[in-house]
Nanobody, 118 residues
Framework: QVQLVESGGGLVQPGGSLRLSCAASGSIFTIETMGWYRQAPGKERELVATMTSGGSTNYADSVKGRFTISRDNAKNTVYLQMNSLKPEDTAVYYC????????????WGQGTQVTVSS
């Protein structure tokens, strides 16, 4: 299993920026893809962005052009730079990992709260 700890959330005004971090530990040698997900109140968890070990990225349409995912493989850490934040980005943000078989291998953590409000 892979343990994940998210950090970096907070309260920000519309148009502001935040950078989230997620540190992985445990069976990290099995990780192929790392990704960010979010869950807003009353809604299901949704994919925000993913990045493979080779650097390929995938973004939800709602965040394209505003969010950037990056990885530091040496630190087993994935980041999410969020710019031009909107109130609809308000959610608990989680990270997780997949192996090369696209199986989710991370233990869902507590996430980090992002609140976009004036």
């Amino acid at each position: 299993q892979v343990q994940l700890v998210e950090s970096g959330g907070g309260l920000v005004q519309p148009g502001g920026s935040l950078r989230l971090s997620c540190a992985a530990s445990g069976s990290i040698f099995t990780i192929e893809t790392m990704g960010w997900y979010r869950q807003a109140p009353g809604k299901e968890r949704e994919l925000v962005a993913t990045m493979t070990s080779g650097g390929s990225t995938n973004y939800a349409d709602s965040v394209k052009g505003r969010f950037t995912i990056s990885r530091d493989n040496a630190k087993n850490t994935v980041y999410l730079q969020m710019n031009s934040l909107k109130p609809e980005d308000t959610a608990v943000y989680y990270c997780n990992a997949q192996n090369r078989f696209l199986t989710t291998i991370g233990v869902w953590g507590q996430g980090t709260q992002v609140t976009v409000s004036s």
